[in-house]
Each structure stands twice: as structure tokens, then as C-alpha cells.
């Protein structure tokens, strides 16, 4: 392990105005739940870190706004669980993500803007976040850009975000009340939190017909969450039963789905659990569009 | 702009820091440095031995304290975060000579073996109780499962959780060591 320094910005300005000062060797550190287990581990080198902790006035926040859901990168998962907003059906699946993800005392400090930095498969809240269609804003002493959050992942660990620029928001369009979501990860062991297999789904129902519907899982192939896009085309205008559901999920996901095996699990395993999970996860949203 | 630890013009100053805040309701100033962990801190600098690393990484809670009314895990907490913070570790959940309802509860449910988790379990139980007087099963499954112990006494914890909780209700939060000494 190496030493380092800690910047402590006063606001978002001076913190941007900081990389000026330390360039690429400044790396942004929000609840360090990633970061830091990174570090222990000699997988990330650094000079400095810029504590973005002291920002958490302006940046942590739920809230609905010109048809806007917001979220700001450094509302804790603690904080986006309580959210008196999410509490509706439409963003069940976000309460699904918050309440397996990791442990009380990770969910405490874990922000949503760390786990869209961390560009890691098994990052639940941008999972979910996928199924919503979410973007994400990022500035730098440059002005801000948004990113469609399905464009944001390059690779593991690797993003668009340039290092001197932040992430402050999260949002995506206020879901009809025809919709609801769901998100499911399969584990080893409940409090770990690193699952197997996590899927989100997002649907809105036209009575009993699947008018629109978005579906994310940890990993398509590459190594870090993206959408099922073959699958969602084969389920629109379909009627969600599970006849349906079972056909699409056995015929259709393998198409486009590539997986790993590791000393965790087979890929064989993997593509089977993600059929399972998914069939489970769309029926579900289906209960909950209905009220069931 | 405010500089913790770091010097503008060069590098590798890794300038120690003054930090102050509160720990179990006492003030307190420590010179830290700016890569240190808020654990190693509060163990190596304040004596404060309940705050045990098991993993380092977030995995088993032998670490949590509670800061500012919320679980952390000190051993992914930069020292410098607890600038300006309250800080309650098990040392300070009861007054001088009496054990917490929590203690009592996990002694006369004989929780102990090797006694390591204590701290982070006995923790993540108050942070439970504090927020939640009366939890289900359910509840006290999931405020504990971050909490590893090697031991295995996961069921009497609940068992504990639940006792304390009764205590609590009846408003016996503190006892007298010879309350529960055997
Ligand atoms: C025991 C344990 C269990 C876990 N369980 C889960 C789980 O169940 N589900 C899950 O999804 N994850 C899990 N994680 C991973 C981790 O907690 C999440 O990825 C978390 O959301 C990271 O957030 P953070 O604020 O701690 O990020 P940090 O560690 O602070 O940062 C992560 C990365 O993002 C960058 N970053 C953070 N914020 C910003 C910003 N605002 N602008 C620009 N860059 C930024 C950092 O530079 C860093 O590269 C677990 C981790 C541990 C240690
Ligand atoms: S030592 Fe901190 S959680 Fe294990
Ligand atoms: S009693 Fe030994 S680790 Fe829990």
C-alpha cells in the first residue's frame, strides 16, 4: 500500500478547480466502498484523492422535477431506500436493488454515484438504473455533458467520464403508472453482496400486453452491466403471460448472451440462472403492475 | 480551498493533519495522517481496542462504529472524515461500570465464544434498536448480516437481539455488573 494526500473541496467548483492543481493523479473517492478495497488490494494507483464527501449538500438529493427523476451522485443507498418518492410501485425495482445490496453499514456510505464509477458487473443500482433508461450528468471546470448511462461503460472499470470530470447526477424520465420494475440477484451468501446473477427489469403494460419493457443484466458478454436488447424487442407488443415469457427467455436471451465461467460458477450456470432470474423478474413486474 | 494533507506546489508531502471530534462524548484532537484509516485511528491513537479489523474491506463488521447516527465500516473511512463528527463506539453504549441491555442480553443468551464479532455485532444491534424497538426476525437478520462470526453464534444473536429489545422496552437499558456476572 502507498501513501497518499486528501483534498477536501468547499464546494463543487473548488473541486473541479482541483484537478487544475493535481491533474490525472487526483482520483475522486465518495463513499470508498470500491475504491478503497481497490487500494488495499494494490488495484488502483493514486496521489491524491479528492473527498467528495464534503459535497454531500449539494449533491444528495431524490427528487422529481419537470418529469425528471433525479438523483444526485451522492445520495447514499441508505438515503435512495428511504426516499419517500421511490416508495410508489413504478420504482419497485430500485427498493429491490437497495435492500440486497451489500450490508446496513456499506448501504450507509455506498453512494449511487460511486456505483456507476465503479463500471464493475455486479453494480446494482446501475442495473437497475439501465432499466429506467437513466443518464448520467457529469461536469468539469468545462461545463456539463449528459451521457445516456448505456453509453457510459467502456470496459471494466473504464468509462467515458474523462478523470477531471464528476458525475453529479443520475436521472431518467418519470415512469407512466402503467409501469413497474423489479431487480433480482441470485448470491452466495445474503450481506456479501457480489451475486452470480443480477437482472432489472423495467415494463409498462397495456393491459395484459407488454407495451414497452427494458431489461438489464450484470454482464451481456462484456464486463459490465448492459441491456438484453434482441430479448426486449422479442417481448414488446407480446402478451406477458408465461407461456410467452418462457419461450422468449429460452429462444432469444442465449442468442444474444455471452458468459463467463470462473471459479465462482459455470457458464452454463450463469446462462441458465440469468433465464430463470429474468422469466422470474418479468412475471413479477407483472404482479406489480396490477397491484397484485 | 481547503487542503487536508496536501501541499500544493509539490508532492509527497503527506502532511499529518489535526482532526477533532467527538468520540463517546468526549472532544478530542489527534494528528493524523492523510491515508490513515478512521480504524487505526481509533485504535492506535485513542486506545480504542472494541474497534477490531477482521477483513479490512468491508466483508465481516468487526469494525462498524456508529458516526453521526449512521453504521460505518472504519476500516474503508479515511481518518480525516471524522472532522467535526459524533462518533459512538462500544466503549461509550454505557456508562462507567454498566453493561448495555444489548451485553446483557447476549451473556444471558451464552452468545460468547471467542468474542471477536462482539463489538461490530453488539453495534450493529444498537443501530438497529435505536431506529427500530421492536424488530421482527426478518429485521434483525438483515441489520446483522454484514456481521461475520467464525464461531457461528448467529441464531443466539437473534435470540439476544430480541431479549434486549424486551429489556429495553421495559426501560432497563443499563445493568450493574453484578447484574449479570456469574
Ligand atoms: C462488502 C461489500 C459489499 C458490496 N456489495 C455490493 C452490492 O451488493 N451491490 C453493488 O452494486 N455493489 C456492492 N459493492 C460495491 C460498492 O459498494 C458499490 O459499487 C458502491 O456503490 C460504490 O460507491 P462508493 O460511493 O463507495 O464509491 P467509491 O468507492 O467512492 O468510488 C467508486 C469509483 O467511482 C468513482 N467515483 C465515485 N463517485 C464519483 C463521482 N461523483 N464522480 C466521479 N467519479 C466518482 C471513484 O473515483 C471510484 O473509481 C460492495 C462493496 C463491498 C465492500
Ligand atoms: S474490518 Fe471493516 S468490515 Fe471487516
Ligand atoms: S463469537 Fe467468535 S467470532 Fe463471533
Not at chain 1, 152 to 157: E, G, I, N, S, T
Not at chain 1, 199 to 221: C, N, P, Q, T, W
Not at chain 2, 64 to 88: D, F, H, Q, Y
Amino acid at each position: 500500500m502507498f501513501r497518499f494526500d486528501v483534498y477536501v473541496p468547499k464546494d463543487l467548483r473548488d473541486a473541479l478547480e482541483a484537478f487544475k492543481i493535481y491533474g490525472e493523479e487526483l482520483v475522486p473517492i465518495a463513499g470508498g466502498t470500491d475504491l478503497l478495497v481497490l487500494y488495499r488490494q494494490g488495484m488502483v494507483r493514486f496521489k491524491a484523492l479528492l473527498d467528495l464527501w464534503s459535497l454531500r449538500n449539494e449533491l444528495s438529493y431524490v427528487k422529481l422535477e419537470g418529469g425528471l427523476v433525479k438523483i444526485g451522485a451522492l445520495t447514499t443507498i441508505d438515503e435512495l431506500s428511504s426516499s419517500e418518492l421511490l416508495k410508489d410501485k413504478r420504482f419497485a425495482g430500485l427498493r429491490d436493488a437497495c435492500k440486497t445490496f451489500a450490508s446496513p453499514f456499506i448501504r450507509s456510505v455506498a453512494t449511487v454515484g460511486g456505483n456507476v464509477g465503479a463500471a464493475h458487473p455486479l453494480s446494482d443500482i446501475t442495473i437497475t438504473l439501465l432499466t429506467y433508461d437513466a443518464s448520467v450528468k457529469v461536469r468539469s471546470l468545462e461545463g456539463e455533458r449528459v451521457v445516456p448511462l448505456k453509453s457510459f461503460f467502456l470496459d471494466k472499470r473504464k468509462t467515458v467520464k474523462r478523470p477531471d470530470e464528476l458525475i453529479t447526477e443520475v436521472f431518467f424520465s418519470e415512469p407512466p403508472n402503467n409501469a413497474s420494475s423489479a431487480f433480482i440477484k441470485l448470491d452466495r451468501k445474503v450481506g456479501h453482496g457480489m451475486g452470480y446473477v443480477a437482472v432489472g427489469v423495467y415494463a409498462e403494460l397495456d393491459g395484459d400486453v407488454i407495451k414497452d419493457v427494458r431489461i438489464a443484466f450484470d454482464s451481456m458478454g462484456r464486463a459490465f452491466p448492459e441491456r438484453a436488447l434482441m430479448t426486449e424487442n422479442a417481448l414488446r407488443g407480446m402478451e406477458l403471460s408465461e407461456r410467452n415469457v418462457d419461450k422468449v427467455v429460452r429462444e432469444v436471451l442465449p442468442k444474444e448472451m455471452g458468459r463467463i465461467s470462473d471459479y465462482r460458477a459455470s457458464a452454463e450456470y450463469r446462462l441458465h440462472l440469468s433465464q430463470v432470474l429474468l422469466k422470474r423478474a418479468l412475471l413479477g413486474v407483472g404482479r406489480r403492475v396490477r397491484g397484485e | 480551498m481547503s487542503e487536508v494533507g496536501a501541499s500544493r506546489a509539490s508532492w509527497n508531502t503527506y502532511r499529518d493533519v489535526e482532526v477533532s471530534f467527538k468520540v463517546n462524548g468526549k472532544e478530542v484532537r489527534v494528528r493524523v495522517k492523510p491515508y490513515e484509516r478512521l480504524l487505526d485511528v481509533l485504535r492506535n491513537k485513542l486506545g480504542l481496542l472494541s474497534v477490531k479489523e477482521g477483513c479490512g474491506r468491508g466483508e465481516c463488521g468487526s469494525c462498524v462504529v456508529i458516526m453521526n447516527g449512521k453504521l460505518i465500516p472504519t476500516c474503508l473511512t479515511l481518518a480525516v472524515r471524522a472532522e467535526g463528527s459524533e462518533i459512538l463506539t462500544l466503549e461509550g453504549i454505557a456508562p462507567e461500570g454498566k453493561l448495555h441491555a444489548i451485553q446483557k442480553a447476549l451473556l444471558d443468551t451464552y452468545s460468547m465464544q471467542c468474542g471477536f464479532c462482539f463489538p461490530g455485532v453488539i453495534m450493529a444491534s444498537k443501530y438497529l434498536l435505536d431506529k427500530n424497538p421492536d424488530p421482527t426476525e426478518d429485521e434483525i437478520r438483515d441489520a446483522l448480516d454484514g456481521n461475520i462470526c467464525r464461531c457461528g453464534s448467529y441464531l443466539r444473536f437473534i435470540k439476544a437481539v430480541k431479549l434486549a429489545s424486551k429489556y429495553i422496552k421495559e426501560g432497563k437499558v443499563f445493568f450493574d455488573e453484578s447484574e449479570v456476572l456469574r
